[in-house]
């Protein structure tokens, strides 16, 4: 009988380990390891002056965004620029994506009421005119206006 309880007690203290180590682990696919890391470097350009640039490594693929990317906020006092292109639809509830007419695609955020409106009246596959600006602190745009 006694032999039986530690058998028993042994295979379960085996088992709750075993469980415990493997939760710690994440395979490949999972979602929390799609990102691997972030990485900050010193470039030097043609002109002998340095720029930082951050490297995210994302499922396989490396994007480079550098620190002149990163909108400031005298970048979003500029001028808003015209574009044109076909709207593919909402990324998030607060991004859309864009077909430039240079068939470029380009996120974009959308925080006024009156421009998510405008973009739902017109649906996806739409050509659309618009005015976009820099958000300070982003990398991507904003989209002012539709017409």
Known sequence: MRKKFLLISTILVISASAALVACG?????????????DK??????SKGQTVATTETKTEGTT?????DDIATK???KAKP???????????DSSSVEVKM?????QTFFVEKEEVKKALNEKGEGASISFT????????????????
């Open 25 to 37: 682990k994440k395979s490949p696919s999972s979602p929390e390891s799609s990102v691997s890391s």
């Open 40 to 45: 900050t470097t010193q470039e030097e350009t």
């Open 63 to 67: 994007e480079a965004v550098k620190k």
């Open 74 to 76: 005298q970048d979003e």
């Open 81 to 91: 620029k015209e574009a044109s292109g076909t709207f593919e639809g909402w990324a």
């Open 101 to 105: 007419s240079d068939g470029e695609y």
């Open 132 to 147: 976009y600006g820099a958000l300070e602190g982003q990398v991507n745009k904003q989209i002012l206006s539709v017409k």
